[in-house]
């Protein structure tokens, strides 16, 4: 059986600044939501934008850029993979569903990319842009020796 591709695309801005926090054996974890903007004509004919918003994660030396870096309206470009995660809800009981881009490639745009020196991970180029990759780790990170629960980790 062939394998399957999984990977994402996306460019848009910051819906709110990102909630950063850290697991217990001292992961760095990034949350926050984009927005894409796609264009299309409505029944009269006229062009209307379309938003949608999109969930997303990061982890370790790339959750630490957009701890530093991104807040909300950033423009950014991203790389990572689909994944939908699976709970029972504790209140109700019922089965809850998140869908989210796990990040593996982060890409600063726009003017506040500039805005300091340069990064180990990624320096700034004149176009004021910044790349921020994954490690493998934080792509697939080993959690059993580091001591996380089920509560910790966002998928």
């Known amino acids: 059986m062939a394998k399957g591709v999984n990977k994402v695309l996306l460019l848009g801005n910051v819906g709110k600044d990102p909630e ?53 309206g950033t423009q950014i470009f991203v790389e990572g993979k689909i994944q939908t995660r699976s709970w029972d809800d504790k209140t109700s009981g019922e089965k809850k569903y998140k869908t989210e881009i796990l990040v593996n490639e982060l890409t600063l745009l726009g003017g ?27 792509s697939a ?9 089920d509560d910790d980790i966002p998928f």
């Open 20 to 72: 950063i926090r850290s697991t217990a054996g001292g992961m760095t974890v990034a949350s926050f939501s984009l927005a894409t903007a796609d264009r299309q004509k409505d029944a009269q004919g006229n062009w209307a934008d379309k938003t949608e918003w999109h969930n997303l994660v990061c982890f370790q030396r790339t959750a630490e850029v957009v701890r530093d870096y991104v807040k909300k």
């Open 112 to 138: 506040g990319a500039g805005k300091t020196g340069g990064e180990s991970s990624g320096g700034y180029s004149k176009s004021n842009t910044a790349s921020y990759a994954s490690t493998p780790a934080a």
């Open 141 to 149: 990170p080993n959690y059993e020796d580091q001591g996380i629960t």
